[in-house]
Structure formats: C-alpha cells, structure tokens
C-alpha cells in the first residue's frame, strides 16, 4: 500500500503528489501548481491540529514532525527535523527499532499497528502505538506514519491487571467460600478453590451444582426468604439491589455431612448490565456453631438442675419443719411426763433399791437428753428457718420496672432510723440513680447490705455508713460503704456463700449475703466487696440500668 508523496520544501510536510493529477481528472481545470499548493495548505493545517503525531522519516532522519510528534517527544519542531528516529528508541530496543524500520522501508510495507516506548528529550518515556505507510518522499521512499500517546491508556490498563490479578490471588487463597450466583437463573458463575478446602468438591464440580444441591432444605428455603424480602425492601426504595446480608447456612459437603457458614451477600449489577449478580462470602462456622449449641444445652441443664435444687429446698426446709414441729412438742411431752414421775416417784412408795434406780435416771439423764435434743431442735429451726428464707428470696421472677433507688433507700432508711440513733451512726446517702428491677426484691438487698454493716461496725470507732450510686456503661452501680471491721480477702468471696460467716459470735444464721447474691444475679447483676480489715468494707451492686431492654 505505497502511496506516492512529495514533501513541500517549504513546510518540510508531507504534499500528495497525486493531487494535482487526481484534480485534473475530477475536471479541476485550476492551475496544477494552484491546486497543490491550495492541498499541501489543507494538509499542512491538518498536521498542525492533528492531537496524533504524524512523521516522516526517510534515511532514518525525522523529515517532518507535527505539532503532537514533537510533544510526545518531547522536543520542539525544529529539534525534531533530521532527529535520527533511533534517538527517539530507548536504548535496549534501537537495534530492533533499526531492524524492522529497515525492512519496512526496503520491503515496501506499511506498518501495523506496534506499540513502542518512545525516549523523550528529557529522559523520560511514553508508550506510542504507531502506525504507517511507505510512501516517496522528494522521489524517495520514506516512511510516514502516525503516532498515538498511548502511556495513560496502557497504564490504566495495567492498573487494572493488577488490581485483577491481586483480587484474583486474594480469592483464590481464602479460606472462605466466595461465590458468584446469577440472580436470574439462580446460576453459579464463579466459585473460588475454598469450595474443595470446606466440601471436599472440586470447583468444576461445585460449579456444576445447583443451589437445591449446595445447600440443606431449610437453609435453601431461608436463603430464598432472605433475599427475597431484600429485594422486596429494596424494591419499595425502588432499588433492585439489596444492602449488605448476613445469614447462617448450612452447605452440604462431598462426603454426605454439612458444614455451617455465616453468609454474607450482596448482590450487583453483572458487568454486562444485563442481569444483577449476588456475590456470597461464606465463613466455614461449624465449630462456633457446635460450641454455641453444647453452650446452649448445657445452660438448658444448668437450668434445669437450679429448678430441681430450688424445689429441693423449698421443700426440705418447708416440710422438714413439720416432723420437727412433732420432735419440739413430743420432747415437750416427755419433760411432764418427767414431772409426773418425778412427783409420781417422791411419795417413797418404792422400794429403797428401785428408787436407787431410778433416781439418776429421772433427774439427771433423761434431762440431759432432753436438753441436747431442745438444743439440736433449736438449731434445726434457724437452718431451716434460713433456707427457706433463702428459698423464698427471688423465687418469683423479678417484676423489671423502673425503680427510683433514691426512694427505695430512704424507706430502707427511715426503718433503721431507731438502731442508728442507738448505735450512735451517721448514715450518708447520695443522689442515686434509678434502674430497672423489682422494689420489693431489691428493698430486701440494700436492707441486708445496711443490715450487715451496721452489724459489722468497728466498736472502737464512731460508726459511718455511706451509699452512693452511679451509672457506667448503662448500668447502675450501687456501693454500699462502712468503716466497720472489715473482711480479710480469704473470705472475700466465701461470704457470698450460704451459711459462710467469718465470726459467729455477731449473731445472725449467715444467709444475709446468699440472698443478696441470689436476688441481684435473677436481675442479671453482680454484687462484689472489696474490703480491708481494720478499715471498711465496700459491697457494689450492678443492677441494669433504666434504659436496658
Ligand atoms: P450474717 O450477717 O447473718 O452472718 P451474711 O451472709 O449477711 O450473714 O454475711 C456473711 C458474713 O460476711 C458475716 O457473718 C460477716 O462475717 C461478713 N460480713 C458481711 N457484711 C459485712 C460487713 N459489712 N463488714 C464486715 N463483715 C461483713
């Protein structure tokens, strides 16, 4: 495809030498030099605005160079004429760049489209793509050709390669599953190797399956309500994709077994438009699920097992008082029965060695008996007396209402009002604030607590009880504080305990704390002490605060 040009001296750009004889055969009947001048004008024109590059090289020299050329290159037009275009190749690539100018020009053929790395008179470079034609330049071949900056083009499309081949590394070395379903068809378009890790099938395989085969009946049926009412949402903000999901399914695995995976979908428009696509990131979480699942049940049996040991004291301390009712009044019994005999036997009817006999046994054993079995009677009464308190306390559900604390300790107050006074104790309450639970039951925690440091006080000091409250991530905390005797820290958690009391001598059967535990935790709280002998104690209540659900 030679085309015959002649450059115009003047210009140095390119003049089509058959111009003039193409003018003459369309009946042009203008002067011949006219006509060419008026045609190397329009192409010179054209040269100059084209946003290509175009050139001439001939003997290996720039012979014409556009506006652009010269930009692309770097050089200003005059710098471009007779440049040789090996100055214009980077190093590495002139010989080849000589090469095949060489066998193009001697061959007599255009050029193809190439891409080149063009050297800049700077040192940079820029990526060309070019493309010509031999043509006769001043009754020479040459070899013009366009030139195209093709440097933002190639680098935008390298960026994506990289972003691709990084996406696709990313996807092929998850461990999560990553899928690709044709929203339409329900067809799985791309699924990446974490499918053979997590089922045991390969990707062609999986590929292959259908949704009913991926996933168990349940899970298929919720995925579909899922995405469904996604869409369906969607569709009233008349929007077709759905927002970010995530849902647990359960996908079926190449051996017959099922693994459990936390779902994540969103769905997009397919590149071609055509269709939206839901994408799935699937979290293999068979072992959490297990885990949560063994959680549950056990908490079911804990449960469960509170139940019965709840039913189990309510009813030991509640009927064992009947039998010991009947022990208290038969062993009553027995004391006169003692009298009668004891007044039965001083008349001196019997006879000397019967009354010997007697004697030690009336007076002195069957009382001493009798005595060990009131005292065990009297004992068995406070233990049981506390169980049952300590089965009663909280054995209904707590009413959760909002309870204003401030309220509730001034009633608690006004009641010790009477042993303050006698003990000679200051008490300070602060400005409290509210929480959510049941008055009654929460009445019985703060009057156990002020119970027990007023009990505990240090004799030796003027006694000071403080109560202060306080919110903290949403919840109440109440302190409940004395500068009594204080607890040593081995006995910090064991007063929580039934039963557990540090000195006996103070009175009271040790249930105080137990019930207060017992209370505050079915109000899902927590109570603690912090303590210093000698100094105080500090009991902290947790309660949930007003706005908790
Ligand atoms: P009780 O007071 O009937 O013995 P509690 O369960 O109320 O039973 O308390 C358990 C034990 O904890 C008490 O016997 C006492 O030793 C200790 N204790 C409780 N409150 C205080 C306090 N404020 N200061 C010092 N010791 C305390």
Redesign the pocket.
């Known amino acids: 495809m030679s085309q015959h040009v002649k450059g115009s001296p003047k210009t140095g750009g390119p003049g089509n030498a058959s111009g003039a004889g193409a003018a003459a055969e369309r009946g042009d009947h203008r002067p011949t030099s006219e006509a060419l001048h008026e045609s190397e004008a329009k192409y010179a024109a054209l040269m100059e605005r084209a946003r290509d590059g175009v050139f001439i090289i001939q003997d290996g020299l720039c012979k014409f160079a556009n506006q652009a050329t010269a930009d692309i290159c770097g050089y200003s037009m005059e710098e471009m004429m007779d440049k040789p275009y090996t100055a214009l190749v980077r190093d590495e690539s002139r010989q080849e760049a000589a090469e095949e100018y060489s066998a193009r020009v001697a061959g007599d053929t255009g050029v193809e489209p190439v891409e080149l790395e063009v050297l800049r008179k700077d040192g940079t470079t820029r990526h060309v793509e070019i493309s010509g034609a031999v043509i006769q330049h001043q009754g020479e071949p040459a070899l013009m050709g366009i030139m195209r900056d093709i440097t933002e083009r190639k680098q935008a499309a390298e960026a994506l390669r990289e972003s691709e081949r990084r996406y696709r590394l990313l996807s092929e070395n998850a461990s999560d599953i990553i899928w690709v379903i044709d929203l339409r068809t329900g067809q799985l378009k791309y699924v990446n190797p974490a499918v053979t890790l997590l089922r045991g099938y390969s990707v062609e395989e999986a590929m292959a399956q259908t949704l009913e085969q991926s996933l168990t009946p349940s899970s298929l049926e919720a995925a579909r309500k899922a995405v469904e009412n996604a869409l369906v949402m969607q569709a009233r903000d008349d929007e077709r994709r759905f927002k970010p999901l995530t849902i647990e399914l359960e996908m079926t695995c190449r051996d017959g077994s099922t693994i459990w995976t936390e779902s994540r979908l969103t769905s997009h428009r397919s590149p071609d438009g055509e269709t939206d696509e839901v994408v799935g990131v699937a979290r293999d979480i068979t072992e959490r699920r297990k885990a949560e699942e063994e959680r549950k049940r056990l908490n079911e049996e804990l449960a469960q097992r509170n139940r019965e040991l709840e039913q189990l004291l309510y009813f030991t301390s509640h009927d064992l008082r009947s039998p010991l009712v009947n022990i208290q009044g038969f062993s009553r019994e027995m004391e006169y029965s003692i009298e009668e005999l004891r007044s039965a036997l001083g008349d001196g009817s019997l006879r000397a060695e019967v009354q010997e006999k007697v004697t030690p046994v009336l007076e002195a054993d069957m009382p001493e008996s009798l005595g060990y079995i009131r005292t065990s009677i009297s004992k068995m009464d406070v233990l049981l007396s506390?169980l049952l308190r300590l089965s009663r306390a909280g054995r209904s559900a707590p009413e959760m209402e909002r309870t204003d604390m401030g309220l509730l300790l001034a009633d608690i107050h006004k009641g010790a009002e009477f042993r303050l006074r006698d003990q000679d104790v200051k008490l300070d309450i602060g400005e409290l604030p509210p929480c959510r639970g049941d008055a009654a039951q929460l009445s019985q925690v703060f009057s156990?607590?002020l119970?027990?440091?007023?009990?505990?006080?240090d004799t030796g000091r003027p006694g000071s009880i403080r109560i202060i409250g306080w919110t903290e991530n949403g919840r109440s905390v109440y302190c409940?504080e004395?500068n009594?005797?204080?607890?040593s820290q081995e006995?910090q958690t064991?007063?929580?305990?039934?039963?557990?009391?540090?000195?006996?001598k103070?009175?009271?059967?040790?249930?105080?704390?137990?019930?207060?535990k017992k209370i505050v935790g079915r109000h899902g709280g927590r109570v603690w002490?912090e303590?210093e002998p000698g100094v105080?104690?500090r009991?902290y209540v947790s309660l949930p605060g007003v706005n908790e659900g």
């Open positions: 506390a156990n607590l119970d027990n440091a007023l009990k505990y006080l409940v004395d009594g005797i204080g607890i006995h064991e007063v929580f305990q039934m039963f557990h009391q540090v000195d006996r103070a009175g009271g059967d040790g249930m105080g704390l137990a019930i207060v002490v303590s105080g104690s009991f």
